[in-house]
């Protein structure tokens, strides 16, 4: 059991290995040579160029001026002077709002632990209900952070009402501060939507499912039914095609590249030895050849299959999938589409909003629609496996949080776990370290997943992926450590009292759980983001690629692109601290200091680290808004119920039904924001198209958005700068097209001319 000491111990190597990145930080990012790792950002946009630190050689690599060093800490004012509208500017509201997660935790957990400390703390200390147990049963483990908790009022005390009216005021005052975000929050998205510059995905939607046609192909087909369902509006389409196979060859030849410039640039700078490699397994093995010549070929067999699957692609109709991006003259128009059904049938010609050019995620758009719902339910199968599955390590970090247990599994390094120091380590500081480390491949593990199950854009993936971190992290971490935590550490205790007093028991351990979550805050929450600014691993991997792979400044460029912030792994670990403050707000007020600081450090962390490093791969107007205000409400919703069946174990009869309405109201409340602010990051209004398109006609009437348009939605594989995109270029018809192109024959058809057989087929009723 943890105490206070070893909370203290734990607490002071988090703060010295905090402060040990923020110095190194400090150092690392005043050296020349690191610039592009550090404010890669700034180089992206084009408005930094390399420092140019004194005249001597080595000041193109090492900083010189002295008094730089002296505010290592001066990155932190500096990345909170950036107003939040020029942050929008700058990084995009998806960055701008996922920020505003971490000061809703602010806004949230500051008052509450004021109140918390200024009322239930005192009330809690006063008892001497845990004292009074361990005279009656000596083997009842408790420490004093847990006479701060609700464990230490006395079975049936009325104190427990002081714990009911907290619970009351901090469920509403957390539903205050969700409403008015929620409201501010969707009054951004309206704003950034009708202030944004033009982009592709405004005028685009995405259909699927669409049927197939014994006379028309399906770029045909898709022409002619938005010429006949939309035909003042549509502008032109682009058909999908399945270019996996291709992509796999472009990105093979891509790393036989970098093979090739690495071995040329040793050569040139060795030319007296010419470089080898073996051909076998990860060159490991194999015979040695000559590098340059290796590679040289194996990249010329790549662009002969390359080429071949290319024309394969373009002139075999099977490559063709059932989906096409269709763009409308108008955002209106595109509106209208995207949010209504096309036909009798709900399950063909299936239209949704297209997602940006750079968020599609090409690979999945190939998957057959019909596949899809299987492919879900197979991985909600595999999560629930992969849920359980991670119980083994969590029931083994558990058993480090217990030094008893670890001394009764083995006795014989009892003499050294007893000595003061490696007691509190083991307590205090280990469970927390060893429970992230099993947790570092399960975002990937999970990306994974979200990809077999077909969504066909990034944002889409980083969501799914989310939610699935999210739902883990609720079973394993918070309920599998609870749970697993409380039957080992009350183990001989179970097995020696009678079944009603099982329950009881229960009810006392879960608070105590609240040591084990105050060393996982400290390692995660505090070390955890100050070694985030460091990026130790960007910053090898750069110089690396630099040294070894760069030739031209596009081969640096790509070297040091740092990539978006990672919302699929970042915001459920934001989730779990909602969820550990809001449970143990009313069990165990201690634990919301921690909380707080978290919050307050990522903010600053996390908001340098959008101005000056990430570059966020697309723009979804915070589309995932909705998904953080749910999890938050389902925090709420869990924190009551826990509590609710804690008063009930404590015998608190009067006070413990009064809590049933909680979860009720919660629930209510959740429906009222789903209803009032849940729309506008759902549907476009047709309001706020029509005011853009107006506004756009006035100030651009020459505005050629077919030629705009026309490339936008074309497959990465086909944009080589030749005439590739060209050939598989759907123009449509011009605007002053009134005929409606077909080529069936069927009774169903319009009785115009096609633009490709120069027939039309009989009116239906002559039939």
């Given at each position: 059991?943890?105490?206070?000491?070893?909370?203290?111990?734990?607490?002071?190597?988090?703060?010295?290995?905090?402060?040990?990145?923020?110095?190194?930080?400090?150092?690392?990012?005043?050296?020349?040579?690191?610039?592009?790792?550090?404010?890669?950002?700034?180089?992206?946009?084009?408005?930094?160029?390399?420092?140019?630190?004194?005249?001597?050689?080595?000041?193109?690599?090492?900083?010189?001026?002295?008094?730089?060093?002296?505010?290592?800490?001066?990155?932190?004012?500096?990345?909170?002077?950036?107003?939040?509208?020029?942050?929008?500017?700058?990084?995009?509201?998806?960055?701008?709002?996922?920020?505003?997660?971490?000061?809703?935790?602010?806004?949230?957990?500051?008052?509450?632990?004021?109140?918390?400390?200024?009322?239930?703390?005192?009330?809690?200390?006063?008892?001497?209900?845990?004292?009074?147990?361990?005279?009656?049963?000596?083997?009842?483990?408790?420490?004093?952070?847990?006479?701060?908790?609700?464990?230490?009022?006395?079975?049936?005390?009325?104190?427990?009402?002081?714990?009911?009216?907290?619970?009351?005021?901090?469920?509403?005052?957390?539903?205050?501060?969700?409403?008015?975000?929620?409201?501010?929050?969707?009054?951004?998205?309206?704003?950034?939507?009708?202030s944004e510059k033009r982009r592709p995905d405004q005028f685009t939607v995405l259909v699927r499912n669409i049927p197939p046609d014994a006379d028309e192909s399906i770029s045909e087909l898709t022409e002619h039914f938005f010429l006949v369902n939309h035909p003042d509006h549509y502008l032109t389409h682009q058909v999908v095609y399945n270019a996996n196979k291709l992509a796999k060859l472009v990105k093979e030849k891509k790393k036989m590249r970098n093979w090739l410039d690495y071995y040329q640039l040793k050569s040139?700078?060795?030319?007296?030895?010419?470089?080898?490699?073996?051909?076998?397994?990860?060159?490991?093995?194999?015979?040695?050849?000559?590098?340059?010549?290796?590679?040289?070929?194996?990249?010329?067999?790549?662009?002969?299959?390359?080429?071949?699957?290319?024309?394969?692609?373009?002139?075999?109709?099977?490559?063709?999938i059932p989906a096409a991006f269709v763009s409308f003259k108008t955002r209106w128009g595109a509106a209208v589409c995207a949010q209504t059904q096309q036909t009798r049938n709900p399950t063909m010609w299936l239209t949704g909003w297209a997602p940006e050019p750079r968020d599609v995620y090409w690979a999945n758009l190939s998957i057959p629609f019909v596949s899809i719902t299987v492919r879900k339910l197979v991985i909600t199968v595999a999560l629930f496996f992969l849920t359980f599955f991670y119980m083994v390590p969590i029931t083994f970090v558990q058993t480090l949080a217990n030094i008893e247990g670890i001394e009764k599994a083995v006795p014989f390094l009892k003499p050294l776990?007893?000595?003061?120091?490696?007691?509190?380590?083991?307590?205090?500081?280990?469970?927390?370290?060893?429970?992230?480390?099993?947790?570092?491949?399960?975002?990937?593990?999970?990306?994974f997943m979200s990809k077999f199950e077909g969504h066909i854009s990034v944002s889409a993936l980083e969501r799914k992926s989310a939610f699935k971190y999210y739902f883990f992290l609720i079973v394993n971490v918070f309920f599998g450590s609870i749970l697993a935590g409380a039957a080992f550490q009350q183990l001989n205790t179970f097995l020696n009292q009678s079944a009603n007093e099982i329950p009881k028991t229960i009810g006392v351990a879960i608070p105590q759980k609240a040591t084990f979550f105050i060393t996982y805050i400290m390692v995660d929450g505090w070390a955890g983001v100050a070694g985030e600014i460091l990026r130790l691993k960007p910053l090898i991997i750069f110089h690396l690629k630099n040294f070894f792979l760069v030739k031209t400044e596009k081969d640096r460029e790509e070297a040091m692109d740092p990539g978006s912030i990672g919302f699929d792994s970042s915001e459920p670990q934001i989730q779990l601290y909602f969820l550990l403050g809001l449970v143990y707000a009313v069990v165990t007020p201690f634990l919301l200091p921690f909380i707080i600081v978290f919050f307050a450090l990522a903010y600053v962390v996390y908001r340098h680290q959008i101005i000056n490093v990430y570059n966020q791969e697309y723009e979804s107007g915070a589309a995932f808004w909705p998904s953080v205000h749910r999890r938050v409400i389902t925090a709420l919703i869990i924190s009551q119920l826990l509590l609710l069946g804690l008063l009930s174990t404590k015998e608190a009869a009067q006070s413990a039904p009064l809590l049933l309405a909680l979860p009720v109201l919660t629930i209510a409340?959740?429906?009222?924001?789903?209803?009032?602010?849940?729309?506008?990051?759902?549907?476009?209004?047709?309001?706020?198209?029509?005011?853009?398109?107006?506004?756009e006609r006035a100030r651009e009437p020459n505005l050629d958005l077919k030629g705009y348009l026309l490339h936008a939605y074309i497959h990465p594989v086909f944009k080589g700068g030749d005439d590739d995109d060209d050939d598989i270029t759907e123009a449509g018809p011009d605007y002053e097209q009134v005929l409606v192109p077909t080529k069936r024959q069927s009774r169903m058809n319009t009785p115009v001319a096609s633009k490709y057989s120069g027939k039309s087929s009989p009116p239906r009723d002559l039939l």
């Open positions: 059991m943890a105490t206070i000491g070893d909370i203290g111990l734990s607490a002071g190597i988090n703060i010295l290995m905090a402060f040990a990145f923020f110095v190194a930080f400090a150092f690392l990012r005043l050296q020349p040579i690191n610039d592009r790792v550090y404010f890669p950002k700034w180089y992206l946009k084009g408005v930094r160029s390399n420092p140019s630190r004194g005249g001597s050689l080595m000041g193109k690599f090492i900083n010189l001026d002295m008094r730089s060093y002296m505010k290592f800490l001066g990155w932190m004012p500096a990345a909170l002077k950036m107003p939040e509208p020029e942050l929008i500017d700058h990084a995009g509201l998806d960055s701008a709002v996922f920020l505003r997660i971490y000061l809703i935790g602010l806004k949230i957990f500051v008052p509450m632990t004021v109140l918390a400390f200024g009322i239930l703390v005192p009330v809690n200390w006063t008892n001497t209900t845990l004292r009074d147990l361990k005279v009656k049963n000596p083997k009842l483990e408790f420490s004093n952070i847990d006479k701060l908790s609700i464990s230490n009022i006395a079975n049936g005390s009325q104190k427990f009402w002081t714990h009911l009216a907290m619970a009351y005021a901090f469920t509403f005052w957390t539903c205050y501060v969700l409403m008015k975000e929620y409201e501010i929050v969707a009054k951004m998205r309206l704003h950034f939507l009708a040139e700078r060795n030319p007296d030895t010419k470089p080898t490699c073996k051909t076998g397994f990860l060159g490991l093995c194999g015979a040695k050849v000559d590098a340059i010549d290796y590679y040289t070929k194996k990249i010329e067999e790549i662009a002969e299959k390359e080429e071949m699957e290319r024309e394969r692609v373009k002139k075999d109709p099977k490559s063709v776990i007893e000595i003061k120091f490696i007691k509190s380590f083991i307590q205090g500081f280990l469970p927390g370290i060893v429970l992230k480390i099993f947790l570092i491949v399960l975002p990937m593990i999970l990306m409340f959740n429906y009222f924001c789903k209803n009032r602010y849940e729309p506008a990051f759902n549907t476009y209004p047709l309001q706020e198209a029509m005011m853009k398109d107006t506004l």
